[in-house]
T-cell receptor, first 113, second 112 residues
């Protein structure tokens, strides 16, 4: 069974540019989460989808971040325009339900220069 | 929302010694407490979890204890080995259980 996959693994962009990150969750997992880890700090929650619906987006830092989950399958996270403080590792995770293991992708390392 | 505090932020032990990492949480309704291990450059992976109906769970050299009254839980690693070196994260869900709030992480270094 394929795990959670993320693309790209690395992205270096200039300040002001746009970047789109993609996450393919484990098939059948209704719950999809985006997290971010900045400079070796904690893993911070960004948002949570249940199928195609945004269940909780309280962690999204500002309106430069837009997440979608088309048809309840893969998800994208767009940053537009990117700022220097957006640099970090963006993780996607999926789970089949609440109060159960969340499976993480390998992350996308975003560097904004 | 849930608030999770994790200590220590770094921990250095000699190979063969034990390591203990502690976390506290704020939402008394939380009932699921996982621990994740993240090796350098890799994804976080679940190593053990505990639910609130038990006070302790073991898996070989790893154990987790939970004190719901005090709202804290701990990870215990015995007979540490160099491959245990990693960053460990505790987590807890809020009342809705819809997402995990992670602690700040503990960088464990096991010296051979």
């Amino acid at each position: 069974e394929a795990g959670v996959t993320q693309f790209p693994s690395h992205s270096v962009i200039e300040k002001g540019q746009t970047v789109t990150l993609r996450c393919d969750p484990i098939s059948g997992h209704d719950n999809l989460y985006w997290y971010r880890r900045v400079m070796g700090k904690e893993i911070k929650f960004l948002l949570h989808f249940v199928k195609e619906s945004k269940q909780d987006e309280s962690g999204m830092p500002n309106n430069r971040f837009l997440a979608e989950r088309t048809g309840g399958t893969y998800s994208t996270l767009k940053v537009q325009p990117a700022e220097l403080e957006d640099s970090g590792v963006y993780f996607c995770a999926s789970s089949p339900g609440y109060w159960t293991e969340a499976f993480f992708g390998q992350g996308t390392r975003l560097t904004v220069v | 929302g849930e608030n999770v505090e994790q200590h220590p932020s770094t921990l250095s032990v000699q190979e063969g010694d034990s390591a203990v990492i502690k976390c506290t949480y704020s939402d008394s309704a939380s009932n699921y407490f996982p621990w994740y291990k993240q090796e350098l450059g890799k994804r976080p992976q679940l190593i053990i979890d505990i639910r609130s109906n038990v006070g302790e769970k073991k898996d070989q050299r790893i154990a987790v204890t939970l004190n719901k009254t005090a709202k804290h839980f701990s990870l215990h690693i015995t007979e540490t080995q160099p491959e245990d070196s990693a960053v460990y994260f505790c987590a807890a869900p809020g009342n809705a259980g819809n997402m995990l709030t992670f602690g700040g992480g503990t960088r464990l270094m096991v010296k051979p």
